[in-house]
């Protein structure tokens, strides 16, 4: 598309063209100015420096594998993180096919379920999540000290009270 209007984009690296991407997505998707920070911070802990570099004509769906395999080794992230990592794998390539700088695009062939086994599956726990002593997570005292005989039980059966029978 753009050799057909005599124009040439001067940057084809993956930073390049993702920069491209993003500024079209803040352009014509509405998004708000927190997305574009998150897909900027995304890019930059994940795509480094020396493959930001690399021309992204040049990226076979093989070394795309690799590169996220040796990420995914090296950082471990947690699962919504590798998942905001294809995102904007996505966006990038996506942009790029759209304008016909690549003549495929790799990132379907990077199957997150090959991926997410290295990732960090560790979750916090949710007594310690969202407990206050004394208080459930609705800030409620506990229910065991209450008289209300009737709401008891619907309280407890909906999970909002850690009310236990004396």
Known sequence: MFDYYGLAISDVSIAGVFELALAEKQTTQNVNPETIKRDRQTFNRFIISDFGARDIREISKVELR????????????????????????????????????????????????VYLKGCERTKAKAENKNSVKGRNRFGNQNCSQSNDTESIPWLFYFGICNFTFR
């Open 66 to 113: 690799t590169y996220t395999q040796e990420m995914v080794q090296r950082i471990h992230p947690i699962e919504t993180a590798f998942k905001a990592y294809k995102g904007i794998l996505n966006l990038i390539f996506a942009y790029a096919m759209e304008y016909r700088i690549i003549k495929e695009n790799p990132v379907p062939f990077v199957k997150n379920a």
